[in-house]
């Protein structure tokens, strides 16, 4: 059957060019439950970008949200990657910048894995803006 996405939203304080309130949709099948709300927490884009294997700067991504970039490993993955560098949460934008409108449902792989941080998927064009 048809299913409505669930949205949640997050704000973005600073910077000020920046500063909005995004809606993204959780995992559908893995990771933990946005149950809490975030305040004070950074946004921290990942290096390399993919976040599917070691981390350039994963020693910022602890006790903060990650901003990962959609493509060359699952969505699982990513999310494991950023729980191992003690990541909060993790947001992952569609790689195609463009899309502003389609949301991509994030499932579990094959691999029997698990994550326990949230998972967010955020459209191409605010991953793109919040870069």
């Given at each position: ?21 995004f809606t993204a949709t959780p995992a559908k099948d893995f ?50 990657v950023i729980q191992e560098h003690g990541g909060r949460a ?42």
């Open positions: 059957g048809l299913r409505i996405h669930e949205y949640l939203y997050f704000q973005v304080l600073s910077p000020g060019d920046i500063r909005y309130i990771g933990g439950v946005f149950n809490t709300r975030y305040d004070q927490i950074h946004l921290v884009p990942a290096d390399p970008p993919e976040a599917c294997g070691e981390l350039n700067n994963g020693v910022f991504i602890q006790d903060q949200i990650a901003l990962v970039e959609r493509g060359g490993c699952s969505f699982l993955s990513k999310t494991r993790v947001i992952i934008a569609d790689n195609a910048y463009d899309n502003d409108s389609f949301y991509i449902e994030m499932i579990q792989d094959s691999s029997r894995r698990t994550a326990d941080i949230p998972a967010l998927f955020l459209l191409g064009r605010d991953g793109y803006v919040t870069r």
